[in-house]
C-alpha cells in the first residue's frame, strides 16, 4: 500500500453491531471508532427486534489513527516479555 499512487476517491471505514455489548463498544473506541448512533429496532432476527449500533473512521480521521496504530505497533512499544507500553486507547486518545 506504502507504494500505491494515492486514490482520489473517499474511504471511510464502519462498523456494525447488534445488541448493545460494552466489551466490542470498549474495542471499537479502543481503535480509534467513533460512535455514529443506533439504529433502534433496526431489524427482526429469529422473531425478535435488534438495534444496531454505528461506529465510523472517516477520511480525514485516518491521519491521526494511522500514526497512532504505527506507534503502537512499533517495537519499541513492547517491552521484553511482549507487554505494550502505550496502549492503542491512549495513543488514539484525543
Known amino acids: 500500500m506504502k507504494r500505491a499512487p494515492r486514490s482520489r476517491q ?12 460494552s466489551e466490542i463498544s470498549d474495542l471499537l473506541g479502543e481503535c480509534g471508532f ?11 432476527y429469529k422473531g425478535r ?3 444496531t ?6 477520511d480525514r480521521d ?4 494511522a ?3 504505527q506507534a ?5 512499544n513492547f517491552d521484553a ?7 492503542l486507547s491512549a495513543l488514539t486518545a484525543g
Not at 449500533?53 to 472517516?58: E, G, L, R, T
Open 10 to 21: 473517499r474511504h471511510d471505514l464502519y462498523a456494525k453491531y447488534h445488541d448493545y455489548d
Open 34 to 44: 467513533t460512535f455514529e448512533g443506533i439504529f433502534r429496532q433496526h431489524m427482526i
Open 49 to 51: 427486534n435488534r438495534d
Open 53 to 58: 449500533a454505528w461506529y465510523a473512521i472517516i
Open 62 to 65: 485516518w491521519p491521526a489513527l
Open 67 to 69: 500514526r497512532a496504530h
Open 72 to 76: 503502537w505497533l512499533d517495537p519499541k
Open 81 to 87: 516479555s511482549g507487554q505494550q507500553r502505550q496502549s
